[in-house]
Nanobody, 124 residues
């Protein structure tokens, strides 16, 4: 059974930091690109960041460049999203997603597997 489990969300003041984790199981993690998406109330889901299977390629939406960093630890089947300088507009449910593709990722691609999400709330 494929599972993606997010954690690390919470309530933080503007300017603060959080680190999200996504632990995967049920598939060959090394073969999959992993992405983070988010959805705020009343808004469409948007891709935030992704990282390729081999960690050689990553992508970010413009609004988080320079503030968020994605990384992965294939030995732990885990992807992280370090979020710094958080803003109220970053408030959303954050989801991780996986898709099998070699050495490439894009936040605009379709992803096959999804987690349940973790809430991030940034107060002003």
């Amino acid at each position: 059974e494929v599972r993606l489990v997010e954690s690390g969300g919470g309530l933080v003041q503007a300017g603060g930091s959080l680190r999200l984790s996504c632990v995967a199981s049920g598939f060959t993690f090394d073969d999959y690109a992993i992405a983070w998406f988010r959805q705020a109330p009343g808004k469409e889901r948007e891709g935030v960041s992704c990282i390729s299977s081999t960690d050689r390629n990553s992508d970010y939406v413009d609004s988080v460049k320079g503030r968020f960093t994605i990384s992965r630890d294939n030995a732990k089947n885990t992807v992280y999203l370090q979020m710094n300088s958080l803003k109220p507009e970053d408030t959303a449910v954050y989801y991780c997603a996986a898709d099998r593709r070699p050495n490439y990722c894009s936040i605009y691609d379709i992803y096959d597997y999804w987690g349940q999400g973790t809430q991030v709330t940034v107060s002003s």
